[in-house]
């Protein structure tokens, strides 16, 4: 979500100091953020979603309670044009057993380049372009290919995507 992250790097600008004009313009910011992917969250619907923008905004590419091993091939829930393009993605999956969501940099790859676990507790991802895939590196804005509902033992410490 983000919420702790943005406030420290607004706290670090605010230190560092920058004019209270440019603190103030990134907490709008922020605002703006958390209620893009609030005001999209349904509650727990066992279901994970896409968004070609930020902030859970522009257009849904996709949602589906199952795995899809190629988001640029004709079938399942993400097709074509959905590959490399997604920029925020929610998790409202239902808790426990497989409940973890993993974004893949490729499709049917699973860990092998790069993947991103998205927690149902954190809910939400609304900016893919700060997090980057583990065991890999680059930003995670569109570019996912691929993902798979696990189990958070499969997702080493520094997978997690906020
Ligand atoms: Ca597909
Ligand atoms: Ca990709």
Redesign the pocket.
């Known amino acids: 979500m983000h919420k702790m992250g943005t406030a420290v790097a607004a706290l670090a600008l605010a230190a560092a100091g920058l004019t209270g004009t440019a603190t103030t313009a990134q907490a709008e910011n922020v605002r703006a953020q958390e209620a893009g992917c609030s005001t999209a969250w349904p509650g727990r619907d066992g279901y994970v979603r896409a968004w070609k923008d930020v902030n859970c905004g522009g257009t849904l590419l996709g949602l589906t309670q199952g795995d899809d091993i190629n988001w640029a091939d004709g079938w399942g829930q993400f097709q074509g044009s959905d590959?490399?393009n997604a920029s925020s993605v929610m998790n409202s999956g239902y808790l426990g057993g497989e409940d973890v969501v993993a974004f893949y940099?490729?499709?049917g790859q699973r860990y092998q380049d790069g993947f991103g676990c998205l927690a149902p507790g954190e809910l939400y991802a609304d900016w893919l372009g700060d997090n980057y895939y583990y065991g890999q590196g680059s930003s995670m804005n569109d570019?996912?290919?691929s993902h798979a509902w696990v189990y958070s033992t499969g997702c080493p410490s520094g997978s997690w995507i906020t």
């Open positions: 590959n490399d940099r490729n499709a570019s996912i290919s």
